[in-house]
């Protein structure tokens, strides 16, 4: 069972404890059903009933006793709204996703987190953030032992250019989040409970939150031992927790958007207490508009997400526009947006407009949508008047002229289709805050959000070029001739989440997207590749000579000690080595890094071998699986003859990773490994995938070679032949 459907059953569970409540809209998962009469219904279904003060009445007096209620029942107390350290969670509107792997954040050139050139680009495309959710982890995770701690650890400049890295988001007004993952049990055991562990390390950052992968809902022993450390954390569940765990979780997702449809639900957890936030997630949607109006409608927030595990599915103009005004508008309101009197729902003039009624002592806001496909600038509203009262149409920038009937003023302005509206009501001058609001909104607005396109684009990604090298003519020693020919390459990304989208994988140099299967017939010319991988022996040849000291040296060659590797480890392949370090080994020995068709050439030959071998799987060619918790080492290069492939090729596929091509886009790198490795951490899915056939590859996300190298990852060399 994966994370997801373990998420739905656990959601249903809990909701059947609702059920036994005298209420006549029981919540759907996350959703509060609105009335009824908001839906249309056809000639077939029966006689359509508008919606009037009544309906709306008793279903607002339905939900209100479901909460008081349901409050009851789950011993709410919401103490932890109040903690001072935590109270920013309840304006953080708009939170990324962000891959470390992104460009835009570190530039591994100048070897220097690059924060501010990260958030001035999400500034310019949509407004900004207000926290991040930083992600070190999956789907790299599991290539070796490294824990989820380890992953930030090996980040450049470990845990002090870290807390560096925090800081320079926090000089910006913008917090910090990491991700925990319960289903890391299969790495490295930390060295205490994870309660523990997790509270001290985002305390040695100074980190803000912490989101629970694949949680419903992060039990309380996290919030409480980050309090003893003194540092509490606000605690962000992917799924959808039980009611009581709104008490310490302050933030969640709302992953919903399955749940769509025109008529918007009420967040149940928003609804419960209007100080928790939800972010709506919906990271593979490429028209964003639902989430943004959710959210805008529940006064909640939503998850920017665009880098998806490397896979870039970025935020078109229309919604990055769109979402630069909502989240304008929210976080000048914010204070509207936790009142306790919330009204969804707010009776409005046309069919397909929603409102929310947002109180707070003599003022009121109501934040609106236009879920309609059309303009309407007409009557949308009518609110009590008292004398003297004012109105405000904050998301144009205008004072509105109500047309008054009797104590009732109708308040008329613009929306537009997929839309947005926001109003104010007041006896005095607006507040300072809302003045300045206004008068962004002004010139904001002058440009309607339908002249932003909604075209959306996959971004373009190109190999890294690998120079050739020096044609010879006789076989040189320790390699073997492939004599090149006529070749169909086809392979596959072996991804675990992007189903066949557009994006997902790579982008070949002769394709002109990325996509997970490839298939091309080409030409490949003769060259030589080395029988085995390049070994540890070797290696301290090259450092020997070459004198070469990386400038990241961090995990370099992490496994030797004083210079020099373990006992008994010269012919084993050599590891924890970065792409870099590749490089310039084959540079200092007039070699090259294959690409990657060239390896699968030389491992499955004309007669297309599923296996270097054969057609089927032989245990005794490989390396006998390891699946403890700790790396225990390869096997010598040599240990496994019949592993060869036809050409005479060794130990290409189940001992160690070995690296081929890099790919870049605007926002990731990636290196292209193949052949697998001898490490299966155990106990969940979501570990970085093996690669065994001749038709598969693993795509690594890279950062930095601190953290790009590993302990299951080695490299082989070609040369070009005349």
């Excluded at 209100?64 to 009851?72: A, D, L, N, Q, V």
Aim: charged share 25%; aromatic share 12%; with cysteine.
């Amino acid at each position: 069972m994966n994370r997801l459907e373990i998420a739905c059953l656990l959601t249903l569970v809990l909701t059947q404890t609702v059920f036994g409540q005298d209420t006549r809209y029981r919540p759907n998962n996350q959703l509060i059903p609105a009335p009824e009469c908001l839906s249309l219904r056809g000639a077939w279904q029966g006689e359509h009933a508008a919606c009037d003060a009544s309906t709306h009445d008793a279903w607002l007096k339905d939900i209100s006793h479901w909460r008081f209620e349901r409050k009851i029942r789950i011993g709410f107390d919401g103490w932890r709204y109040a903690e001072p350290a935590l109270k920013w969670a309840q304006s953080s509107f708009i939170q990324p996703q962000m891959m470390v792997h992104d460009r835009y954040f570190y530039d591994p050139v100048t070897s220097k987190y690059t924060v501010d050139r990260y958030l001035d680009d999400l500034e310019k495309r949509y407004g900004g953030i207000d926290s991040v959710l930083i992600w070190p982890t999956y789907p790299n995770m599991g290539i070796d032992d490294r824990n989820q701690h380890d992953m930030i650890r090996c980040m450049p400049g470990g845990v002090a250019g870290v807390k560096k890295m925090v800081a320079d988001f926090h000089r910006r007004g913008v917090r910090v989040l990491f991700p925990m993952m319960m289903w890391d049990q299969g790495t490295r055991n930390p060295d205490e409970p994870w309660p523990q562990a997790i509270a001290s390390l985002m305390k040695e950052i100074d980190a803000d939150g912490i989101n629970g992968d694949t949680q419903d809902g992060v039990p309380v022993a996290f919030s409480l031992a980050a309090e003893k450390t003194g540092h509490p954390l606000a605690f962000e569940p992917e799924a959808s927790p039980a009611d009581e765990a709104l008490a310490w979780n302050v933030m969640t997702w709302g992953q919903y958007t399955s749940n769509f449809s025109l008529v918007p639900g009420v967040d149940r957890f928003r609804w419960l207490e209007t100080r928790h936030m939800v972010n709506i997630s919906d990271r593979w949607n490429r028209n964003k508009n639902d989430d943004l109006q959710y959210a805008f409608f529940n006064g909640e927030g939503w998850e920017s997400w665009e880098n998806i595990w490397g896979i870039w599915n970025g935020i078109t103009p229309r919604d990055g526009e769109a979402t630069r005004r909502m989240a304008t508008i929210e976080r000048a309101i914010a204070p509207f947006l936790v009142s306790q009197d919330w009204e969804p729902f707010y009776p409005t003039h046309f069919y397909g407009v929603f409102a929310s009624r947002w109180p707070l002592n003599e003022q009121t806001v109501w934040t609106i949508v236009n879920r309609n496909e059309y303009d309407i600038e007409s009557r949308q509203i009518s609110v009590p008047a008292a004398e003297g009262m004012r109105f405000f149409d904050l998301y144009h920038g205008a004072e509105l002229k109500p047309e008054m009937e009797g104590d009732t003023a109708v308040l008329s302005f613009a929306l537009e289709a997929h839309g947005f509206g926001a109003v104010l009501a007041t006896s005095n001058d607006p507040p300072q805050q809302v003045q300045k609001l206004m008068m962004a909104m002004k010139a904001m607005t002058i440009r309607p959000l339908s002249s932003y396109s909604s075209q959306w684009r996959t971004v373009s990604q190109k190999v890294v070029e690998i120079p050739l090298t020096k044609s010879v003519a006789g076989t040189p020693a320790g390699m073997i001739k492939i004599a090149g020919g006529d070749y169909v390459f086809k392979v596959e990304g072996i991804e675990i989440e992007g189903s066949d989208d557009v994006g997902v994988d790579v982008q070949y140099p002769w394709e002109d997207t990325p996509r997970r299967y490839h298939e091309r017939r080409m030409q490949i010319k003769p060259f030589y590749i080395d029988k085995y991988e390049v070994t540890n022996a070797s290696f301290k040849k090259f450092l020997d000579a070459s004198h070469y000291r990386p400038r990241d040296p961090v995990n370099f060659l992490r496994d030797w000690k004083n210079g020099t590797y373990p006992e008994g480890w010269s012919n084993k392949p050599v590891t924890w080595v970065s792409l870099e370090d590749a490089r310039e080994y084959a540079k200092w020995a007039g070699k090259r890094l294959p690409h990657e068709w060239e390896w699968q050439f030389a491992a499955e030959g004309q007669d297309r071998r599923s296996y270097p071998w054969g057609n089927r799987w032989e245990d005794s060619a490989v390396p006998k699986p390891d699946k403890g918790r700790l790396l225990v080492g390869p096997d010598d290069v040599d240990a496994h003859p019949t592993g060869a492939s036809r050409s005479g090729v060794m130990d290409m596929v189940g001992n160690v990773w070995q690296w081929t091509d890099e790919y870049l886009d605007d926002h990731t790198r990636a290196g292209i490994l193949r052949g697998g490795s001898y490490y299966q951490p155990q106990g969940s899915i979501w570990y970085f995938p093996q690669a065994y056939k001749n038709t598969q590859h693993g795509k690594l996300l890279l950062m930095a070679p601190s953290y790009d190298r590993a302990g299951t990852l080695g490299f082989r060399c070609v040369m070009d032949a005349e």
